[in-house]
């Protein structure tokens, strides 16, 4: 072992007379480990907190939505189907109406975001099959129903509840795209059959949309056999801007693509920010421990300079002197990052195994906050605590290293 290790490891154990200097360093280890935990325990909620939501929503949402320019419908859907399928990274495509009306039950009413699909297309491009938790995606199969019935309607858990009704009941709907009558524009009011109920995870779909037949979705708003548009699934979700253009190379002119990002674009920002502001925050913890570095080293060395000034007359240089004390803080810093990294990377295994952390569902759309640790967060907040912690040592060693030792053995 290096003298200067073996010195620097005398200096922090030492007892009996300089017992408060052990227990400064102790402190000083204390908090590097406070902070590294509360930083990587921050992280972790605020990377889980993102992936949870970006899940949920690719999960009631299609990577990339096609559509027509300057019209509300796609009617050659089918062709432009089979055109999508054959670009390179599409694993899915599914077409879509979509439309807003008023759902009436007997105790209640509701605007919801209506979506005609097609069952054995809509599995390929989302995960609403996994997602219903009562009926099945299979009852909006029938998508010829006549208009003399009662078409099927899978409502979010949330508006039903709000509602008031379950599988079985019968509901009111009304579309805002009136139909000419001899008294003037009516809207259009049809009777559906609630089939199921949905349940995603997100508050935002499960209060507030419905899943129609594709059929009695054009039928509502008057689409005639177009789409509103249609949505691709990539094997990828972050490819969605590299295959894009190669969508509307396929298609030719005249067709548009948005993705989940842009959609979401705002949402993600925020969160965004969000972990950065409580990463700048809570890090300011590692400052404060950097601080009771500096104040351990330099109270060392005030009480060691008789040692410093007897290691100089015996030979060591200057250089081993600072070394003395640069190995004093990095001891102190490892020891807090190494138990601060447990501590935290444990507590996020813990918090999100029991989900013991629960947020209001209508604010952030889950109702718990997972906890998902990065290995590359992780390693930042090691790295940079350790650097921290270094920075600390180099004015007392500066210090330490300049220390005449004539003058400190004088009155000796």
């Known amino acids: 072992m290096p003298f200067e290790l073996r010195v620097a490891l005398r200096y922090l154990t030492a007892r009996r007379k300089q017992a408060f200097i052990s227990l400064i360093s102790g402190i000083s280890v ?17 990377t889980g907190l993102q992936g949870e939501i970006r899940s949920r929503i690719l ?29 390179r990274r599409v694993q899915g495509v599914a077409p879509a109406v979509y439309g807003k009306g008023l759902l009436t039950s007997s105790t209640g009413s509701a605007v919801a975001t209506l979506k005609g699909i097609l069952p054995a297309y809509e599995r390929s491009v989302t995960e609403l099959g996994s997602q219903v938790v009562e009926g099945s995606l299979d009852a909006l199969g029938s998508a010829a129903a006549p208009e003399a019935l009662q078409p099927p309607v899978l409502l979010g858990k949330d508006l039903a509840q709000s509602l008031g009704v379950g599988v079985g009941d019968v509901v009111s709907l009304t579309s805002p795209q009136g139909r000419l009558s001899p008294m003037g524009v009516l809207p259009r009011v049809m009777k559906v059959r609630v089939a199921g109920t949905v349940r995603s995870g997100l508050y935002e779909f499960d209060s507030a949309w419905a899943y129609l037949p594709l059929a009695t979705a054009q039928r509502l708003f008057a689409t005639g056999d177009g789409v509103s548009l249609i949505e691709v699934r990539l094997d990828d979700m972050y490819a969605v801007r590299d295959v894009a253009p190669a969508l509307l190379e396929a298609l030719g002119e005249g067709y548009l693509t948005n993705d989940w990002i842009q959609m979401n674009q705002s949402l993600f920002s925020a969160l965004w920010l969000e972990k950065t502001a409580i990463a700048v925050t809570i890090g300011l913890i590692v400052m404060v421990a950097a601080l009771n570095i500096v104040a351990t080293l330099v109270l060392m060395v005030m009480e060691k300079h008789k040692d410093v000034a007897i290691l100089v007359s015996m030979g060591a240089s200057r250089g081993s002197i600072a070394r003395i004390f640069v190995l004093q803080g990095a001891v102190i810093g490892a020891v807090g990052t190494a138990l601060g990294s447990l501590l935290g990377w444990s507590a996020c295994l813990f918090l999100d195994r029991y989900k013991l952390l629960r947020v209001p569902q209508d604010v952030y759309q889950v109702s718990y906050v997972p906890f998902t640790l990065l290995p590359s967060d992780a390693a930042l907040v090691i790295l940079g605590a350790m650097l921290v912690c270094l920075l600390a040592t180099i004015h007392p060693a500066r210090v330490a290293s300049r220390l005449d030792p004539a003058e400190a053995l004088r009155y000796e």
């Open 59 to 87: 999960g009631a949402t299609a990577h990339i939505s096609v559509f027509r320019s300057g019209e509300t419908t796609i009617e050659g859907w089918r062709e432009a189907m089979d055109k999508l399928r054959r670009v």
């Open 30 to 46: 204390l908090g590097v480990t406070v902070g590294v935990m509360a930083l990587m325990i921050a992280l972790g909620l605020m």
